[in-house]
């Protein structure tokens, strides 16, 4: 029951973002062992406001997942572990501290696009 996400290709992805937006280079591909590599299947171009949309749905299914595991532990389910429990747990965190960031960075570059005078 827990969420499989794999965090190397995330923080591959993240670096490699990071990257484009710090150097302007071409993205750097993701095959699903989180290995840099070219992917199988053909890349296609994705906007900004759906990229963000997914993200933020992730952090979503990765916090109701949480909540989830936490309230069948307090119940008393059988088959979930306080171990399972706190991986779910520390994984929302970090998403939701990640996407925290990607917030704050985004505000601070709109107030950097905001002050630039015309």
Not at 6 to 35: F, H, W
Request: proline content about 2%; glycine content about 6%.
């Amino acid at each position: 029951m827990i969420n499989d996400i794999n965090t190397s290709s995330m923080m591959l992805q993240m670096r490699s973002m990071a990257d484009m937006a710090n150097n302007k280079t071409t993205p750097l591909q993701i095959n699903n062992e989180g290995l840099p590599g070219v992917n199988d299947k053909s890349t296609q171009d994705v906007d900004f406001s759906s990229l963000l949309k997914s993200a933020v749905q992730q952090v979503n299914s990765i916090q109701s997942v949480s909540g989830n595991l936490k309230n069948d532990f307090i119940s008393g389910k059988e088959g979930v572990s306080l171990a399972e429990v706190m991986i779910a747990s520390e994984k929302s965190s970090v998403a939701f501290g990640a996407m925290v960031e990607v917030r704050n960075k985004l505000l601070k570059a709109y107030e950097e696009v905001k002050n630039i005078r015309v």
